[in-house]
């Protein structure tokens, strides 16, 4: 199970961490990938992370602006947004990969397991 939290109301241009907590004792077996839903649009990917951490990948739109990160000690997974602008605005959803490969998928069909989304409203 899969709780996403941290969002919020913030301005533009500030920065915001959202976190991903996850339940259960196999955090580490999964590769696991953020994405957003802004109001009215599809959910498109924002990036992923290898299982231990040591690869990410990234959605072009946001390369330079968002790191993921985890924690494995922790069942935690990370999104570090920085230089927030309206257009950032979207319901952010984690998704654990559980496919035993090392490719980092980038389809929302690819993700097994998802979490509640938090909501990031980017005011100007």
């Known amino acids: 199970q899969l709780q996403a939290y941290g969002g919020g109301l913030v301005q533009a241009g500030d920065s915001l961490r959202l976190s991903c907590a996850a339940s259960?004792?196999?955090?580490?077996?999964?590769?696991m990938g953020w994405f957003r839903q802004a109001p009215g649009k599809e959910r498109v990917f924002v990036g992923a992370?290898?299982?231990?951490?040591?690869?990410?990948s990234y959605a072009d739109s946001v390369k330079g602006r968002f790191t993921i990160s985890r924690d494995n000690t922790k069942n935690t997974v990370y999104l570090q947004i920085n230089s927030l602008s309206r257009e950032d605005t979207a319901v952010y959803h984690c998704a654990a990969d559980r496919t035993n490969t090392k490719f980092l998928f980038t389809g929302v069909d690819d993700y097994a397991s998802w979490g509640q989304g938090t909501l990031v409203t980017v005011s100007s």
């Open positions: 992370i290898s299982r231990n951490g040591g690869t990410t």
């Open positions: 259960g004792s196999t955090f580490s077996h999964y590769k």
